[in-house]
């Protein structure tokens, strides 16, 4: 189950009025969907909200959602910041059984840029896309897809079905969509050319 337990209120009052009044308690303002239940307005402690989100594991990741003696899983999906102080300004939670099947973006990161030939002639790593959206268990949410560059030449692409996924989950992608490439720039095509002759 989830790290993070998030200690929540109902709100009573809904809208902007609300939200604000929220604020000035020293709450974030919330909104929980999903489910075959209607929306509810909620609150948490802003310190509280704050130290969950800081520890880089609240949004898209599963969350224990407790309120009274309930405790039910969720997933945050969205947190909107404050566009001055950036804090955190409100947010929704997604109902979601433990083990269903959810569709949700988990960043995609590359390492051993050094050993690979084209990038150290030279050639830049073009990303094109930085998270791709899976299909997984809502308990088995990775962190993150790991990519690895060893070998990759100038002009080689990197596609959705190259990346190694977890097992039990599948990109949601139609078609063999590219995450990135390999480009040359007119340093490492003179060095291929130099190489040549």
Request: net charge positive; hydrophobic share 40%; proline share 5%.
């Given at each position: 189950m989830a790290d993070i337990i998030l200690n929540v209120e109902v709100r009573e009052r809904t809208?902007?009025?609300?939200?604000?009044?929220?604020?000035?308690?020293?709450?974030?303002?919330?909104?929980?969907?999903?489910?075959?239940k209607d929306p509810v307005?909620?609150?948490?402690?802003?310190?509280?909200?704050?130290?969950?989100?800081?520890?880089?594991?609240?949004?898209?990741?599963?969350?224990?959602?407790?309120?009274?003696e309930e405790t039910q899983p969720v997933i945050a999906k969205?947190?909107?910041?404050?566009?001055?102080?950036?804090?955190?300004?409100?947010f929704d939670l997604y109902r979601v059984d433990e083990h269903q099947q959810?569709?949700?973006?988990?960043?995609?990161?590359f390492r051993n840029q050094e050993a690979s030939p084209g990038l150290k002639r030279g050639g830049t790593l073009n990303v094109v896309l930085h998270e791709i959206e899976l299909n997984c268990s809502a308990d088995h949410i990775p962190e993150e897809i790991?990519?690895?560059?060893?070998?990759?030449?100038?002009?080689?692409?990197?596609?959705?079905?190259?990346?190694?996924?977890?097992?039990?989950?599948t990109a949601s992608a139609s078609g063999d969509v590219v995450v990135a490439t390999v480009a040359g720039s007119a340093a490492a095509a003179a060095a291929a050319n130099a190489e040549g002759a």
């Open positions: 809208g902007t009025g609300g939200a604000r009044a929220t604020r000035r308690e020293g709450k974030v303002p919330g909104v929980l969907y999903g489910g075959a307005a909620i609150a948490v402690k802003s310190n509280e909200f704050r130290k969950a989100l800081y520890t880089g594991k609240l949004l898209g990741h599963l969350v224990t959602l407790k309120h009274g969205v947190v909107d910041m404050h566009p001055v102080t950036d804090e955190p300004w409100h959810i569709r949700i973006a988990v960043p995609v990161h790991i990519h690895d560059l060893t070998g990759l030449d100038i002009g080689e692409t990197i596609r959705i079905s190259s990346l190694k996924l977890p097992a039990g989950a």
